[in-house]
């Protein structure tokens, strides 16, 4: 159990590892604090009960007279405003000490849920073909408040109740040895026996929380993101209903377990209180005077007050940090990935490359193949095909046929398990990053973010460093100039989420636009036309045609009409390439 406790320190790189050890210290030495305090109250109750402590001790009463203090009562004030001081010194630095882990523990939360989104980022494509981004939402969101709120801060938390704890402890050794012992090994006892009792059905909580996040946030997805969809068919109530099954399951994981974190502490206050009464009962049974046993029984009060809120804690931390650890275990292997990153100085940095492939004459497609993982079928069998500088491409085929898987590959996104691609004589896979520089993509169904026109042309490149001249060249080029000065805000203008304040035909048009905006020398489209109604679709593949000349044109289309006026054209067919006359 401890193991999985500290599980946790293993993801740090040993800098890291340094700065935990420096807070232990520092909680460490908040324990001794919290002891000297819960100790110092006993000199103060047996000094209160003897009034001729200053005649009777000579080496008080020359300590005493230092400070000019010359009656009993002068030397309580004394004591106790020294014990008030304490405990805000005291309080003073375990609040010091909280800001130190809280601020270690959000560094590192910032830190790792930005590797992790840049892990996700960084990943090849066929990575995201086989998970869901709900999944992987749930992971960078997870990785914040389960790992670093819900179990880095709460070990924090756990470490310093138990340091405190055994400080205390040990305090009250030096009062009474057997008291001690009997109090530490039955509240021992029952802290084991509960959190032994409560773990697994803890741990079966937490994992069913884990399942079900993925769950209600992929139907969530899915509901309003074809909200035009569900409403027109009236699948409302589907998407609800999905929804509300996945959450409620979700929801109830998590009402389990907080009546399981609830219930310890009342069964540990019913123990320590029964436990009190009991150790009166006994010492007075032994022969002990009431009086006798009022100093004992004032410390192990205190210490009592003081041990029954931590003993609750410990156990209400312990189960939490069960509860979270399916999120941390699935997690792990990512978290050590990027602890190894940083260990060796590596982040993933996304830095956009000077460099472009030299293109002047051709693009050489030679004998590639591909399957995806795990399968045997080939989607691409030994295509192999030559595209001259300039030229207008077009690429036909039944749905399956690999025409998508080829674009994919001519993109780079995805690569070929045989043959290669080349660029007047350079494999692309050289420096896929300056093949990339040279491309833009055109696909069926432009995603269009919750902004204006202009930061949508111009995708990913920040405000200050966006070219209005070239926006206003690439909105001719589009055929979008008149439609945009008409609008009161011009390229100011919102689109909406997914741009559902236009239409599907000013969707496209801002797709080209934005490919345009790249100055591409090779211009993939894949079926950008054919969601459109025949007259939008014309009036696009003459947007497109009047780019032919200045651009290699390498365009995916069912229609006919889209391929009339193509230089090539080729057809796939159960993953083969035919050049057609």
Known sequence: MLKSFFKIFTIFPRRELRYCAFIIACMVFGAVLEAVGIGAILPLISIMGQPDFLQTNPAVMTLAAFFHINTHTELIIFLAI??????????MYLTWQINLQARFSMRQQVYYSNQLMATYLGKPYIYHLDHNSATLLRNVNSVGTAVFANILMPTFALLAETITA???????????????I??????????????KAFRRKIVRQGELQMAYASEYIKWLNQGLGAIKETKVTGNEGYFLKRFSEAYDVFGNAY????VFVQTPKLLIETFVISSLLLLIVVKLFLGNAPMDIVPLLGVLALAAFRLMPSANRMVAIS??????????????????????????GRSILFKSTERIVSF???????????QYPDTERKILDGVSLSFPKGAFVGITGASGAGKTTFIDILL????????KIEVDGQDIWQDISAWRRILAYVPQSIYLIDGSIRENIALGISEEQIDDERIERVLRMAELSSFVKELPDGVETEVGERGVKLSGGQRQRIGIARALYLNPQILVLDEATSALDHETEQNITNTILNLRGHLTIIAVAHRTSTLESCDLRVHFSEGRAELMV
């Open 82 to 91: 020294g014990l008030m001081m304490l405990y805000v010194l005291k309080n």
């Open 166 to 180: 055994f400080a205390i402890w040990v305090m009250l050794v030096f009062v009474d040895a057997f008291t001690a």
């Open 182 to 195: 009997l109090v530490a090994g039955f509240m021992g006892g029952m802290i084991y026996m509960i959190m």
């Open 255 to 258: 009402r389990i377990f907080q």
């Open 319 to 344: 189960n939490g940090i069960k509860f979270q650890m399916p999120f941390f275990e699935e997690l792990y292997d990512e978290l050590i990935e990027i602890k190894y990153r940083q260990s060796k």
């Open 360 to 370: 002047k004459h051709a693009i050489h497609i030679s004998d590639v193949c591909f």
């Open 412 to 419: 780079g996104l995805l690569k070929p398990v045989q043959g």
